[in-house]
C-alpha cells in the first residue's frame, strides 16, 4: 500500500515536492504524475488518508462518532468523557480538530490531482483511466465535504445555517463557509458528474458480473482501473449510494429514492442482483463472513484495521432491547455479537471467519438503500415502505413481518431500531440521529436529547 504525506496543503496552497511512497523512498511530484501510473500510486495515497485512525479507520466509524450515539458501554477509557458530550477535555478538542484537519487536506489532494490531471495532453490517459480517476476524485471530495457538514453544521431539520467552506481549487485563500443547503447542492453536483463519468464502464456487462463476483478481489481483470476490486473504490454504485444518503439529508425524497432504488433493483445480464445479500443457506450452515459482506457496496482498506479493534473495551449494552422478539432469529445477532450479545464480533479475526474479504472497512451496504428506500416511500405508499423495510428483515433473518404502525414517527423508529442492528461499529447511526433530531437510546436504556450537541466545535480552520 503506498502512503501520500500529502501532495498538496490546504494550509500553504503550494504543491509538496515529495511524496512518501514507502519508509525512506521518495520522489518528487513532478516525477511521480509524470506516467498514468504515477496518478495511480496518489490515488491510492488518498485512500490510505481515509482509512487512517483520525477518519474512517476509526473515528468516523467504530470510533467517536459511535460513541457519541452511544453504541458501547464504555468504562475506564478514552472516550468516557463523551457520555456527557464533553468536547473540550482530555484530548477530545484535538480529536475533532485532527478529523476536520486531515478531512480538508485530503479534499485538498483531490483537487491538486485533479488539476494536475487537467494538465495533461490528450491521449496522455486511456479513456477509461481518466473517467474513473476524475470520477472517484470528485466522489470522495463530496464524501469528505458531506461528513464534515454532518459533523460541524446543524442538520438540515435544525437550521440551514453557514456551516463549512466547499473548496473545488487547490488555493491556500480561505474560502467563505457556505449555508447547508448551498454545501448540500454542491455535494450532488460533484456526484451527479461523478455518476456520468464512470457509467459507461461500471456498468458494462462484464464489468457488472465482476462487481458480483470480483469487487473485492481480483478476477481475470487485474488492471488498476479494470473491473476488479471495484467495491474498494469510490465507483459508479458507491457513489449512487452516497448519492441517495446526501439527498436524503437534503430532503430531496425524490432524488434520495430514485438513487436507492437504482442499486438495489440493478441486475446482472444473467438476472442476478449486482448487489445481494449473504444468503440464508450460507449462514445456517455457518459459511457466512463476520462482516455479511455481500451486501457492501463500498469499503476502504487498511491492513491492521480488524486486529486493532478492541471487541473487550467495547461493550454492547441494549441487546435484548434491540433486538426484541428478532433476538434468536436475527441474523446479525448471529453473525455480529457474541452470544450474550455483549461484545462485537465483526472485525474479530479469531473468529476465522475471514472468507474473502479482509482488512476491510465498511462504508456503504444495501441495507442502508433499503432504509432510505423505505423512508423516503412512506409520505406516498406507507404500505410498499412497510414491505421494503419488511423485505430486508427477511433477508436478515427476522421471521415475523413488523406490524403495521400508526404514523411515520413510528415508522422511524423502526427505522432506527433496525438500523441499530445493523451499522454498530460502523459509523452510521449518531448521522441517522442527527438527521431526524432524535433522542439517542443509551446505554442505560435512558433517552439522550443532544441538540446542539449534535454539532461539534472547531477551533482551528
Partial sequence: MFIIAGIMLLSTGCVK?????????????????????GFTIALNGIYANLSTSTLYG?????????VLARCYDLKNTQYDQLKTYDYVSAGMEQRINGIWSLAYTTIANCNGLLEEMNKKAPGFFKEQERAKLEGELLAIRGLLHFDLLRLYAPAPVVQDAAAIPYYTTLTHVPMPEKRTSEVLQLIIADLTRSKELQKTYDTRTEAKNDFLKYRFRFGTDQTYFGTGKRGFRMGYYATTALLARVALYAN??????????????????????????????????????????????????????????????????????????????????????????????????????????????PMFRLSELYHIAAETQYDSDPGGAMALLNTLRTKRGCTAPLPSVPDKSAFLDAIINDARREFVGEGKLFFLYK??????????????TLTDKFVLPITER
Avoid at 515536492?17 to 501510473?37: G, H, I, M, Q, R
Avoid at 476509526?58 to 459511535?66: A, R, S
Avoid at 452470544?339 to 474479530?348: S, T, V, Y
Fill in 58 to 66: 476509526g473515528e468516523l466509524t467504530h470510533g467517536f462518532v459511535d
Fill in 252 to 361: 430531496n425524497n425524490q432524488l434520495a429514492h430514485a438513487s436507492a432504488m437504482e442499486v438495489i433493483n440493478d441486475k446482472t445480464v444473467g438476472n442476478e442482483p449486482t448487489v445481494g445479500f449473504t444468503a440464508s443457506t450460507v449462514i445456517d450452515v455457518g459459511a457466512y463472513d463476520r462482516l455479511l459482506s455481500e451486501d457492501l457496496i463500498f469499503a476502504l482498506y487498511r491492513k491492521r484495521y480488524e486486529s486493532e479493534f478492541n471487541h473487550v473495551t467495547f461493550l454492547l449494552p441494549n441487546t435484548n432491547q434491540i433486538f426484541g422478539s428478532d433476538l434468536n432469529s436475527d441474523y446479525r445477532k448471529k453473525c455480529y455479537l457474541t452470544a450474550n450479545g455483549r461484545q462485537l464480533l465483526k472485525f474479530d479475526t479469531t473468529q476465522d471467519r475471514e472468507g474473502e474479504i479482509t482488512a476491510a472497512i
Fill in 435 to 448: 438527521r431526524l433530531n432524535k433522542t439517542i437510546l443509551d446505554e442505560t436504556n435512558g433517552n439522550q
Fill in 17 to 37: 515536492d515529495w511524496l512518501e511512497l514507502e519508509p525512506k523512498a521518495e520522489v518528487s511530484v513532478d516525477v511521480l504524475l509524470e506516467t498514468p501510473e
